[in-house]
C-alpha cells in the first residue's frame, strides 16, 4: 500500500510540473509573439527566450526519463493491462546475487606410502663421541694438591711407623707384660702414652709421666725395666736414673743437686737432637725429692722451652697418695665383679682416683700440674705367688708348688674383701725370703 501511494503522489507531481511548465511556455510564447509584432525587439526579450529553451530541454529531459522508467518497469514483467507505475526504483540488496569467486585451482596433493617405517638412524660407534672440551686449570691444580696431600700423608704414616719401631715397643710391651705381674692395665696405660708420643719427633710438650702406688707394687721394677729397654735402643748416655736418696741424701746440697741435674739434663737433650732421638728420665723415690729439684724439673718441662727440650720422657715413681689407692681398693673391691678383666679394673681405678690424686699432688708441687698420673693398685695373693715363682727359678730351685704356697703363706695381707686378698707390702719382701731358703 505504501508503494502504490507513494507512486501516485509521485505521478501526480510530475504531472502538475508539466502542467505548470506549458503554462510557462504558452505565457513566454504569447509575449514574444507580441514582441515579434513589434518592430524594435528589446534585450529582455532574448533573455526570455533563452529561459523558454531551457525550461523545454529540462522538460523533455524529464519527459524521456519517465518514458524510460515506464519502459523499463514494463519488460519487467509487469501484468498487460496494469496501470504504470510511474513512482522511482528504490534501489536494496534483496534481489541481488553475490558474484562467484573465481576458481582456486586446486593443488595435487602428494599420496602418502603407507610403507614401513624406518628406523633411526644413528652414527656409527667411532663417531659417537663428546665434542673434546678443554680442562680447566683449576682440576689439574686440584689434581696436583690431592697428590701432594696423598704423599705427605703417606710419608708420615711411614715415619710414624719408622719411629715406632727404632724404639720396639712391641719388645717392651712383652717385656712389661712379662715382668709386671698384676698391674697388665697399667702396663697398657703407659705403652699408649709411650705409643702416641714416639710415633713422631715434633712435640708441643715432653711427654711427663708419674707413677704412683703402695710399698712393694713394682714401681721401681717398672723404672728399672725401661732404663734397660731405652738403653738398648737410644744408648746409654741417653737414658738417665736418678735416685734422690743416692745423688742428693744430704737437703743442705739441694740448690747444688738441682744445677747439676739441670746441666745434665741440658747436655743429654742436646745430644739427642742431634742423634734425632728422645732421652728418657726416671726420677726414682720422687717421695724424697727436695723442693730446689721439683722446681728445676717444671722449668725444663714447660711448654716455653726451646724445640730439644720438648723432646723428652720424665717418669717420675713415688708412693705419694698411697692411702687414697689403698683405701679405695679396700672399699670397692666387693663391688667389682670377679670375671671383670685386669684392663678394666683399672680403667675405673684410673677413672676413679686420677682426679683425688692430682687435687693432693698438685698440693705438694706445681709439677704434678704438667704430668699423666697413672696409679698402680695393690697386689693379690696369687700375684705374690708369681713373684715367688719368679724369684725361684732365677735363682735355680726347684718351683715346688707347695714350697711357694708355705712362702706366700708368710706374707701379711689386708683382710678379704670379696673373695680377694691383697697384700700389705706387695712383693717386697719376696727376694729376702727366698735367700733365706
Known amino acids: 500500500m505504501s508503494d502504490e501511494s507513494s507512486s501516485t503522489s509521485s505521478s501526480q507531481l510530475v504531472e502538475d510540473f508539466e502542467g505548470e511548465l506549458d503554462e510557462e511556455v504558452d505565457s513566454e510564447e504569447g509575449k514574444n509573439q507580441k514582441d ?4 524594435t525587439p528589446s534585450l529582455s526579450s532574448f533573455a526570455s527566450l533563452r529561459a523558454v529553451i531551457r525550461i523545454k530541454q529540462k522538460y523533455q529531459a524529464i519527459k524521456r526519463r519517465r518514458q524510460e522508467m515506464a519502459l523499463g518497469l514494463g519488460t519487467q514483467g509487469g501484468l498487460t493491462g496494469a496501470p504504470r507505475c510511474t513512482s522511482p526504483k528504490i534501489f536494496t540488496f534483496n534481489g541481488l546475487t553475490p558474484p562467484p569467486f573465481p576458481a582456486i585451482p586446486s593443488v595435487p596433493q602428494k599420496k602418502k606410502k603407507r610403507g614401513r617405517k624406518r628406523d633411526v638412524l644413528y652414527p656409527p660407534e667411532r663417531q659417537r663421541k663428546m ?3 678443554e680442562r680447566s686449570r683449576a682440576t689439574s691444580g686440584l689434581y696436583l694438591l690431592f697428590a701432594i696431600v696423598f704423599i705427605q700423608v703417606y710419608n708420615a704414616i711411614e715415619n710414624l711407623d719408622d719411629h715406632v719401631l727404632r724404639y720396639d715397643l712391641e719388645g717392651l710391651e712383652k717385656t712389661l707384660r712379662r715382668e709386671m705381674f698384676g698391674q697388665q692395665g697399667a702396663v697398657e696405660g ?7 708420643y714416639l710415633s713422631t719427633y715434633v ?9 704412683h702406688g703402695p710399698s712393694g707394687v713394682g714401681k721401681s721394677h717398672l723404672g728399672r725395666l725401661l732404663a734397660g729397654h731405652f738403653r738398648s735402643v737410644v744408648g746409654d748416655t741417653l737414658v738417665l736414673q736418678y735416685y734422690v736418696l743416692h745423688h742428693c741424701p744430704q737437703e743442705a746440697d739441694a740448690m747444688q743437686c738441682a744445677r747439676n741435674l739441670s746441666t745434665l739434663i741440658s747436655e743429654m ?9 728422645i732421652p728418657l728420665f726416671i726420677f726414682d723415690e720422687a717421695e724424697h725429692m727436695h723442693m730446689e729439684i721439683f722446681d728445676v724439673l717444671l722449668q725444663l718441662v714447660a711448654s716455653k722451652q726451646s724445640n730439644e727440650y720438648l723432646n723428652a720422657i720424665y717418669l717420675i715413681l713415688s708412693n705419694l697418695g ?3 689407692i689403698t683405701k679405695h681398693m679396700l672399699q670397692n673391691s666387693s663391688s667389682i665383679p670377679m670375671a671383670m678383666t685386669a684392663s678394666g679394673r683399672h680403667s675405673n681405678l684410673v677413672k676413679e682416683l686420677t682426679p683425688i690424686l692430682r687435687k693432693t699432688l698438685e698440693k705438694h708441687h706445681p709439677l704434678w700440674s704438667e704430668a699423666d698420673i697413672l696409679p698402680l693398685g695393690l697386689l693379690e695373693k696369687g700375684h705374690v705367688m708369681e713373684c715367688f715363682l719368679e724369684e725361684v727359678t732365677r735363682e735355680g730351685f726347684y718351683p715346688d708348688h707347695s714350697n711357694i704356697e708355705r712362702l706366700a703363706g708368710e706374707i701379711e695381707y689386708y683382710p678379704a674383701v670379696g673373695g680377694r686378698e691383697y697384700s700389705q707390702t706387695g712383693c717386697k719382701q719376696v727376694v729376702a725370703k727366698v735367700n733365706l731358703l
Not at 703407659?190 to 702416641?196: E, G, K, R
Not at 708441643?204 to 709421666?209: D, F, I, T
Not at 737433650?269 to 732421638?277: D, I, M, P, S
Open 131 to 133: 665434542p673434546k672440551q
Open 203 to 211: 712435640h708441643n710438650k715432653p711427654l711427663v709421666v708419674s707413677i
Open 190 to 196: 703407659l705403652l699408649s702414652h709411650l705409643n702416641d
Open 36 to 39: 515579434r509584432g513589434s518592430p
Open 322 to 324: 698411697h692411702a687414697h
Open 269 to 277: 737433650v742436646e745430644k739427642a737432637e742431634e742423634e734425632e732421638k
